[in-house]
T-cell receptor
Framework: EAQVTQNPRYLITVTGKKLTVTCSQN?????MSWYRQDPGLGLRQIYY???????DKGDVPEGYKVSRKEKRNFPLILESPSPNQTSLYFC??????????????FGPGTRLTVL | GQNIDQPTEMTATEGAIVQINCTYQ??????LFWYQQHAGEAPTFLSY????GLEEKGRFSSFLSRSKGYSYLLLKELQMKDSASYLC???????????FGRGTSLIVHP
């Protein structure tokens, strides 16, 4: 089944404890991205990747890191999480970076709480 | 830069028709997406418009007017399961990355 998977789905952690949220897609998509969604603010892009070893900042990159060592995986790293990073996180992918008509396929979401 | 505006919330009755509007300002237009998002779930693609006019897809239709920077999503024969948030998204000129509006929460009641 074609899908985008994220792990964990739910996470409660404490300030300063490094964490990684994994994202994997099995559709051979070139483009992957991370969003956070907060009430009243909608979906905001954190980082995106056009292809392997190519990543770039979105609208709200502060406090986050990403890597794209393989096409299928795009982990989101919070080196020192803070309470303002409590949010619902979505990973997304789409087939080809050069085709803006491609729709994005979203993972199921990761609900993160930082205490 | 992007500026996308949608109503925050709308309510409608089961079986009725509802129109959700989206206005946008962008430095270069590359089309407009509509996504549906049920509470706590991932957004799912509904439609993509790049030319003016109405595109119909079953109970859902999407309209675009590029000169007015305006789009709407029309939902007919509303069902309870249509209660969700509807997100308008516009890629900025020369970009492949859509900026999302804050979404319109639609509540369908019996």
């Amino acid at each position: 089944e074609a899908q985008v998977t994220q792990n964990p789905r739910y996470l409660i952690t404490v300030t300063g404890k490094k964490l990684t949220v994994t994202c994997s897609q099995n559709m051979n998509h070139e483009y992957m991205s991370w969003y956070r969604q907060d009430p009243g603010l909608g979906l905001r892009q954190i980082y995106y990747s056009m292809n392997v070893e190519v990543t770039d900042k979105g609208d709200v990159p502060e406090g986050y890191k990403v890597s794209r060592k393989e096409k299928r995986n795009f982990p989101l790293i919070l080196e020192s999480p803070s309470p303002n990073q409590t949010s619902l996180y979505f990973c997304a992918s789409s087939p080809q970076s050069g085709r803006i008509t491609d729709t994005q396929y979203f993972g199921p979401g990761t609900r993160l709480t930082v205490l | 830069g992007q500026n996308i505006d949608q109503p925050t919330e709308m309510t409608a009755t089961e079986g009725a028709i509802v129109q959700i509007n989206c206005t946008y300002q962008t430095s270069g237009f590359n089309g407009l997406f509509w996504y549906q998002q049920h509470a706590g779930e991932a957004p799912t693609f509904l439609s993509y418009n790049v030319l003016d006019g109405l595109e119909e897809k079953g109970r859902f239709s999407s309209f675009l007017s590029r000169s007015k920077g305006y789009s709407y999503l029309l939902l007919k024969e509303l069902q309870m399961k249509d209660s969700a948030s509807y997100l308008c998204a516009v890629p900025s000129g020369g970009s492949y990355i859509p900026t999302f509006g804050r979404g319109t929460s639609l509540i369908v009641h019996p």
